[in-house]
C-alpha cells in the first residue's frame, strides 16, 4: 500500500521544499512540469529514479530565478515614509491610553537600565585610569588555620616586599601605609586622617597628575610631604606651601609639592602623601621584622612579559625560604591580585585601604535591570498585537491598494522606533530627575548627567534601536501577516489572532514570572538579614561601645582611660581587649604539655582582660574567669572555647596545660561557651583567650540603653583630655557587626526598588491588557446583564483570563527564584531556610496587585449600564 | 538589455517554433533529448526560456492542465516576430558565412 503510494507521487519533501523558496507565479508551471516529467518518467526508466530526478531537479530549480521576491520597485519612497510617520503619529494620539502605558513603561524600563549600566560602567572603570593598570598587581596573603579559612589579609608586611625586591629585580615593588593623626602647620591644628605614606616607586606604578613640583624622584628621602590642593588650602591658605613645614604626630615634613586628588574611581584615595622612610624613625624595628605585622599595602608594576603567575611562583619561593621551618608558614600564601579586580573582587574581613564595591550587587542590579527592560518590551509587544483586530483594517486597505508586506513591516517597525525614541528622550530626563536617589540605593557618588556624552548617546541610541526591533519586531511580522480578505471573512482575522494571544499570554506569563522571582528574592534576603539580626550570637550586641586604641599615645594610658570610663553614670562595664567579635584574628601555635599527646595545632586569639566576658555577656561552661585574686593568671591562664576543646580533644579541659608559640606555657581555666566571633559566613571558630598587656587595642564598655550620645560626649571627653593628638574613634558593637553585612543589606535595598519596578510595569502592561479585554467583551456583558447576571457574575469572567496565567506564573517563579536564592544562601553558613511562606507572599502580594489592577477595568465594565453597550446597533 | 542569441538560446528558440502550440517546459525537454540527443535539465530549460521572454523573443500564456500534471496549468510559449526575426537573421547570416568558405572537404 505503501509502495503503491509512494510510485504515484514524487516525494512530499522535496515538493514542500520546492513550494517554499519558489515565487507564487512560477510555482504553478515549474511543479506542472516537474509533476508531468515525474509521470513521464515513472512509465520510461520506473519510479525509484523518478523519485531521484525529481528530488535532483528540485534541488536545480533551487536559484534566484525561481526564489519569492517582490518585483516592484517602490518609486514613491520618501512620501511613503512620510506617511508612515503621519500615520503613526495618528496611531499614537488615537489610543493615547496605550501609547502612554507604552512609552511610560519603556521609559521607566530604559531609564534604570541606563542609571545601571551608569553604574556598572563607573563599578568597573575602577583604577583603570592608571597607564599601567594591566601589569600591576597587589600582593596579598590567604591564610588558613586549622581548615578554617582566616581569610585574606590585603595589607603585607615590610618584609615580603623587601624579599621580593631582591628576587624579582626587574618588576617594580612600590608600598603605600596609611597613616593619621594630629597635624600642625601654620599654627593650624587638625586631626588628619586621610594620610598616606608612600616610597618613590608608587609614582611609576600610579598616575598622579602634579599641579606644583614634581618631588617624586626624591621620595626614597625621609620627611617629605606632597599635599593636595585642598589640604594646601586648608593649612597654608593664599600663600605658596612649596618649602613649608607641616609635622604630623611630631615628625616635620617640608612641603614639596601639590598633587590632585584621585578621581572616585581609585581603590585609595588621600589629602596627604608622606614619603615613606619616615616611618623607620617613629616605628619600632619588629615592624620591618615580624612576617605578622601588617600595616602596609605592597604593589607590583611587572615589565611587558613578566605574567602574574611567575610573579605568584617566586613570592611562594622567597616566602618559603622565609618563613623556614616553621609550621605557620603552611597556613599562608602570598599572590598577586590584578589591580582592576581590588574594587569588586576583594574578599576580606581585616579591612582595606579604602571601601570595595561588591560584585554581588553589580550582577544583581544587571540582572535586574535587564528583566524590567524585558518586561517593558513585552508590553508593547502585548499591546501592540492586543490591538490587531483594529490594525487589521489599516493592514487589508493598504494590502488591497498594492503595499507589499515589506511596506508593512517597514512601518510598523517605524512606529516602534518612534515609541522608542519618546521613550528614550523620557528617559533620559527621568534618569537625570532619579539619579541621586538611586546613588543613595546603591551607595555610590555617580556623577550626576553624562560621563562621556558621545559614547553615552551613541549607546542611547544603539540600545534604543534594538530595544525598539526587539519590542517591534514581532508585532510587526504578524500584523504585517493579514491577507486583505480578512477583514471580510471573520475566520481569517480570528485564526490569526489565536496565535497571538497565545503568544501574549505566553509574554503576559513571563512578565509576571520575573516580577515574582524579584519579590520573591527581596523577601528571601531580607528573611536573611533578619535572621543574622536576630540570630542568638551567644553575647549580647546591643548597647556594647568600641574605642579603639591604636596609637602609642593612648596605649599608654589604657587602664586609666578604662578606669576613668568605668567610673562614668551609664556605663556598666568596661574591658580591655585585642578584638571584638566580627574583627578578624591572629593565631597562635599550641603545643600540648601532656607526654602523652603530642597534639600540636594553631587557635585564633582574642586578648582580653578580667571584665571581658561580663561586658559582652559571654557565658563560662566550665571552669573559671580570668581572676584578679589569681596573681598568675594574667601570665598562665587561658580560657577556651567549646569548639576549641573539641578541636584538641580534650576530655577534661581544666588544667590541661600547653605551651604558646613554644614560649609561654599556660594551664586552662575555664571554658567558654561557643559564640559567633567571626560572621556569619563561616562556621564557629576554635578560640583560645589569654590576658596579655601589649595586645589590648580596644576598650569595650556595656552602657546603659538611653543617654547615649551624652555617654559617648564624655568618653570623649575622658579621650581629648588624655591623647589629644589622635582621632577619637568609637563605634557600636552591632553597627560593627552590621558592617559585614553591607553588601548584603545594599543588595536587599536594591532589590526592593527593582522589584516594585518590575511589578509596576508588568502591571501597567497588564492593566492595558486588562482594559482591551473588557473593550472586546464589552457587548457580551451587556447582553449578560440585560438577562439578569450582576455584577458578582462578570467579574470572574475577565479575572479567570489573568487567574490562570498568574497562577502559571507562580509555578514557574517558585523553582525558579528557589534556584537563584539558594546559590546566595550559600555564602552564609548560617542561614535562614527558604520555606515556603516566602513564595506564598510573593505569590499573595503580586497576584493582589495583578487584581487591582485588573479589578479597575473589570468592576467599570460590570458596573456599566448594559444600555450604553447595546444602544446603538 | 543584450539582445544576441545564446547557442543554447537559439536551439530552443527553434524548438520553440518546431514544437508550435505545444511549447512548455517539459516539451521542449523532450523535444531537445529526440533532436540532440543530449539531455538537458529542466531548470536549465525554464530559464533560458525566462531569458528569452524578457529579450522579447517569444511570448508566453498559461494554458490547460493535465491530469499528469497534477491539475497544473502549462505555460505554453510562442515565437514572436521578433523571435522569428532573430533566428532567421542569424540562419541568413551563417549562410552568408557558410558560403565565403572556399571548400569543406
Known sequence: ?873 | MNHSLGNLEETILLLVMVIKDEAYGFSVVKHYQEHTGKSISISAVHSVLSRLEKKGFISSAMGGATEERGGRRKRIFRATKAGVTAVSQMKSDRQKLWKLIPELS
Not at chain 1, 519569492?68 to 494620539?93: C, D, P, S, W
Not at chain 1, 582595606?352 to 550582577?363: A, K, P, R, Y
Not at chain 1, 533620559?428 to 538611586?438: C, M, N
Not at chain 1, 591562664?637 to 588544667?655: C, F, R
Request: glycine share 6%; aromatic share 12%; with cysteine.
Open chain 1, 1 to 873: 500500500m505503501t509502495q503503491l503510494y509512494n510510485r504515484t507521487k514524487p516525494p512530499q519533501w522535496a515538493d514542500k521544499f520546492l513550494r517554499w523558496y519558489c515565487s507564487a507565479e512560477l510555482l504553478e508551471e515549474i511543479q506542472g512540469d516537474l509533476y508531468e516529467a515525474f509521470d513521464y518518467r515513472t512509465k520510461h526508466i520506473g519510479a525509484k529514479k523518478a523519485r531521484w530526478h525529481f528530488v535532483l531537479d528540485v534541488f536545480k530549480f533551487f536559484r534566484p530565478y525561481s526564489f519569492k521576491r517582490t518585483r516592484v520597485k517602490n518609486l514613491n519612497n520618501l512620501a511613503m515614509i512620510k506617511n508612515y510617520f503621519k500615520v503613526a503619529y495618528r496611531n499614537l494620539r488615537k489610543d493615547y491610553f496605550y501609547s502612554s502605558i507604552n512609552v511610560f513603561g519603556l521609559a521607566i524600563g530604559i531609564a534604570i537600565t541606563l542609571l545601571i549600566a551608569r553604574f556598572i560602567q563607573y563599578e568597573l572603570s575602577f583604577d583603570k585610569f592608571h597607564t599601567n593598570y594591566e601589569n600591576t598587581y597587589r600582593i596579598i596573603r590567604d591564610r588558613k588555620v586549622n581548615d578554617f579559612e582566616t581569610g585574606t589579609n590585603t595589607a603585607s608586611p615590610y618584609l615580603i616586599g623587601e624579599l621580593a625586591k631582591t628576587d624579582m629585580p626587574d618588576v617594580v615593588f612600590g608600598r603605600i601605609a596609611p597613616h593619621s593623626g594630629l597635624t600642625v602647620a601654620a599654627e593650624k591644628k587638625f586631626v588628619e586622617n586621610d594620610i598616606l605614606m608612600v616610597d618613590e616607586n608608587i609614582f611609576k606604578i600610579f598616575d598622579f597628575e602634579f599641579v606644583a613640583g614634581n618631588p617624586a624622584n626624591d621620595f626614597h628621602q625621609p620627611n617629605l610631604a606632597i599635599l593636595t590642593k585642598d589640604i594646601a588650602t586648608k593649612y597654608f591658605e593664599e600663600e605658596d606651601p612649596i618649602g613649608k613645614f607641616i609635622s604630623v604626630r611630631d615628625q616635620t615634613y617640608s612641603v614639596v609639592g601639590i598633587v590632585k586628588r584621585m578621581p572616585q574611581n581609585s581603590h585609595f584615595h588621600f589629602d596627604f602623601l608622606l614619603s615613606f622612610e619616615t616611618n623607620r624613625k617613629f616605628r619600632s624595628a619588629s615592624s620591618f621584622e615580624h612576617p605578622g605585622n601588617l600595616w602596609m599595602y605592597t604593589y607590583a608594576m611587572a615589565p611587558e612579559g613578566f605574567g602574574a603567575e611567575e610573579i605568584d611562583y617566586n613570592l611562594s619561593k622567597v616566602y618559603e625560604k622565609w618563613a623556614g621551618d616553621n609550621p605557620f608558614a603552611k597556613n599562608t600564601t602570598y599572590y598577586t591580585q590584578p589591580l582592576a579586580d581590588i574594587h569588586l573582587k576583594t574578599k576580606t574581613d581585616g579591612g582595606d585601604i579604602g571601601t570595595n564595591g561588591s560584585l554581588l550587587i553589580v550582577q544583581g542590579s544587571a540582572v535586574s535591570a535587564l528583566i524590567i527592560l524585558l518586561i517593558a518590551c513585552f508590553n508593547f509587544m502585548n499591546l501592540a498585537t492586543a490591538r490587531s483586530t483594529k490594525k487589521v483594517k489599516e493592514v487589508s486597505v493598504r494590502k488591497a491598494v498594492g503595499a507589499y508586506r515589506k511596506n508593512l513591516i517597514v512601518q510598523f517597525l517605524l512606529e516602534s522606533v518612534l515609541v522608542t525614541a519618546l521613550a528614550c528622550v523620557i528617559a533620559v530626563a527621568l534618569a537625570q530627575l532619579i539619579a541621586p536617589f538611586f546613588n543613595k540605593v546603591l551607595g555610590r557618588e555617580l556623577p550626576l548627567g553624562f560621563s562621556n556624552l558621545q559614547t553615552e548617546l551613541f549607546w542611547i541610541v544603539a540600545g534604543g534601536a534594538v530595544i525598539s526591533l526587539l519590542a517591534g519586531s514581532y508585532p510587526a511580522i504578524y500584523l504585517s501577516r493579514f491577507s486583505p480578505s480578512s477583514l471580510m471573512t471573520s475566520h481569517g482575522g480570528k485564526s490569526a489572532g489565536m496565535s497571538a494571544a497565545i503568544v501574549r499570554k505566553g509574554l503576559v506569563i513571563l512578565q509576571f514570572t520575573a516580577s515574582i522571582i524579584l519579590i520573591a528574592a527581596t523577601l528571601i534576603i531580607y528573611k536573611q538579614l533578619n535572621f543574622i539580626q536576630a540570630k542568638e550570637l551567644g553575647f549580647n550586641k546591643e548597647n556594647v561601645l568600641v574605642l579603639s586604641i591604636t596609637n602609642s599615645q593612648a596605649s599608654e594610658k589604657k587602664q586609666f582611660l578604662k578606669n576613668e570610663i568605668s567610673r562614668l553614670p551609664n556605663v556598666i562595664s568596661t574591658s580591655l581587649a585585642s578584638n571584638v567579635p566580627g574583627d578578624g584574628l591572629n593565631s597562635w601555635r599550641v603545643e600540648s604539655l601532656d607526654p602523652d599527646k603530642k597534639a600540636q595545632t594553631s587557635l585564633h586569639v582574642m586578648v582580653f582582660d578580667y571584665d571581658y566576658l561580663q561586658t559582652l555577656n559571654l557565658d563560662l561552661v566550665a571552669g573559671r574567669n580570668f581572676s584578679r585574686d589569681f596573681a598568675s593568671d594574667s601570665l598562665e591562664a587561658i580560657l577556651l572555647n567549646q569548639s576549641a576543646v573539641e578541636l584538641l580533644g580534650l576530655e577534661d579541659p581544666i588544667g590541661a596545660e600547653f605551651s604558646l608559640n613554644g614560649q609561654n606555657e599556660v594551664k586552662v581555666i575555664g571554658v567558654v561557651k561557643d559564640f559567633h566571633s567571626g560572621s556569619l559566613y563561616e562556621e564557629i571558630n576554635p578560640l583560645l583567650f589569654k590576658m596579655e598587656d601589649s595586645w589590648y587595642w580596644k576598650v569595650t564598655a556595656r552602657v546603659e540603653p538611653g543617654n547615649l550620645q551624652e555617654t559617648i560626649a564624655s568618653i570623649e571627653k575622658i579621650w581629648k583630655g588624655q591623647v589629644s593628638d589622635w582621632p577619637f574613634n568609637i563605634s557600636f558593637l552591632d553597627d560593627r557587626l552590621a558592617r559585614q553585612y553591607e553588601s548584603d543589606i545594599r543588595l536587599g535595598q536594591s532589590f526592593v526598588y527593582f522589584s516594585v519596578l518590575a511589578i509596576f510595569i508588568a502591571c501597567l502592561g497588564l492593566f492595558g491588557l486588562s482594559s482591551f479585554a473588557t473593550e472586546q467583551r464589552f457587548k457580551e456583558i451587556g447582553i449578560r446583564k440585560a438577562l439578569g447576571a450582576g455584577t458578582g457574575d462578570i467579574l470572574p469572567l475577565i479575572f479567570k483570563q489573568f487567574a490562570v496565567l498568574l497562577l502559571i506564573s507562580f509555578l514557574l517563579a517558585i523553582p525558579a527564584s528557589w534556584y537563584m536564592m539558594d546559590t546566595w544562601l550559600q555564602n552564609f553558613v548560617f542561614h535562614a531556610e527558604i520555606g515556603p511562606m516566602i513564595f506564598v507572599m510573593a505569590g499573595i502580594l503580586s497576584i493582589l496587585v495583578a487584581a487591582i489592577t485588573i479589578g479597575y477595568h473589570s468592576m467599570r465594565a460590570a458596573r456599566a449600564n448594559p444600555v450604553d453597550s447595546l444602544r446603538y446597533e
